[in-house]
């Protein structure tokens, strides 16, 4: 890969304009492109057939079209998970799930190399932080997907997109705020802003960020406790944006944009499952308009964790309704056989290295 050219996964449609404008193509020419990048998926510029070869050899010459070879992939065994390791043109390697329901598909996708926010029983957190990835490097994960897709021949089309997978999207905002941008735009993949969703561990200033600026797309804040103590024992960045602090930008984003905000719980078998942790976090989302996510642990090497199953799980979710009025969901474990979890196959693969 030559990091010299421009990526054109990097560039919005008006820059993609702009770019063949400046070298003196019709503007008809970047709207077939952009329908060559994001409807046919073409990886190479040798498919762009219907371009003037003029137009084929300024691109070769100039640009790349930012495709991430395979480096591993898996598939669950009931078919309904299949999760990606990519490689950057660094050598680093990232992850992407792709997640099949009935009659729709999610990408999951990293927005960093690593992570630096270091949760305890996250495998990415646990390999610690490398870089940033690039606006076109997140984008060309939804394409991986999108064209997977394509390739098995399946009617479902890519409709729901999370920023859930290796690092914190918050601490890479620009790149990715860029790429939902570009995955957004109606002429391309057209993912509706209802259907991405953004995960942090909650930096608050980036929650408040996204308030100011009226982002349309969802926002999840990982929560995992309800006192300080418990929860930065589990997230080490609650030290620096204590619990306070985060909930006063939750109030903040909820109020500026009047739109609701979910809340991740991962739960851990004996110590965050109880009926009064339960309680507790009835109590401090009292008054929002909130939806929790109740997500059963998946276990990694590096924390002795193991998830709430069954009736405790059950326990909670009714608490939260019954005494305090707030939908839940326990989302459902896929892709457990194939460690499907955030960093877990590309820890596993470094450690065969």
Not at 20 to 29: E, M, Y
Not at 156 to 177: D, Q, S
Not at 292 to 304: F, K
């Amino acid at each position: 890969m030559d990091a010299s050219k421009t990526d054109l996964y990097s560039l919005t449609p008006v820059e993609l304009h702009l770019l063949l404008a400046r070298w003196g193509f019709s503007p008809v020419h970047a709207r077939r492109l952009w329908k060559y990048l994001y409807l046919e998926f073409a990886g190479t510029f040798g498919g762009l057939r219907d371009l003037p070869a003029r137009v084929r050899d300024r691109l070769s010459a100039d640009t790349r079209i930012g495709v991430l070879p395979v480096a591993a992939d898996t598939r669950s065994s009931d078919g309904f998970t299949h999760k990606y390791l990519l490689s950057l043109g660094d050598g680093e390697r990232i992850e992407s799930v792709l997640m099949r329901y009935t009659g729709r598909a999610t990408a999951c996708v990293s927005s960093q190399a690593g992570c630096a926010m270091g949760c305890v029983f996250c495998a990415t957190g646990q390999m610690g932080y490398r870089r940033h990835l690039t606006a076109g490097e997140i984008v060309a994960q939804a394409v991986h997907v999108a064209r997977a897709l394509g390739s098995a021949g399946e009617p479902r089309r890519l409709r729901n997109l999370v920023f859930m997978g290796m690092g914190e999207p918050m601490h890479n905002y620009e790149a990715v705020m860029r790429a939902s941008d570009i995955l957004r735009d109606p002429a391309g993949i057209g993912l509706a802003s209802n259907r991405i969703t953004l995960s942090t561990v909650g930096v608050v200033p980036g929650i408040r960020r996204m308030a100011d600026e009226a982002r349309p797309i969802h926002l999840a804040v990982s929560l995992h406790a309800a006192d300080q103590e418990t929860r930065a024992a589990l997230v080490p960045v609650a030290g620096r944006w204590p619990l306070d602090e985060l909930m006063g930008a939750c109030r903040h984003y909820c109020e500026t944009l009047r739109r609701r905000i979910f809340f991740e719980w991962t739960l851990i078998e004996g110590r965050n499952d109880s009926a009064d942790h339960a309680h507790a976090v009835g109590r401090l989302l009292r008054g929002l308009p909130a939806q929790v996510n109740l997500i059963p642990l998946n276990p990694t090497p590096g924390y002795d964790g193991e998830p709430t199953r069954g009736e405790p799980a059950r326990r909670f979710q009714r608490i939260l309704g019954e005494h305090y009025g707030l939908p839940s969901t326990v989302r459902q474990r896929r892709g457990i056989d194939i460690a499907a979890g955030c960093g877990q196959l590309a820890s596993a693969r470094a450690r065969e290295a």
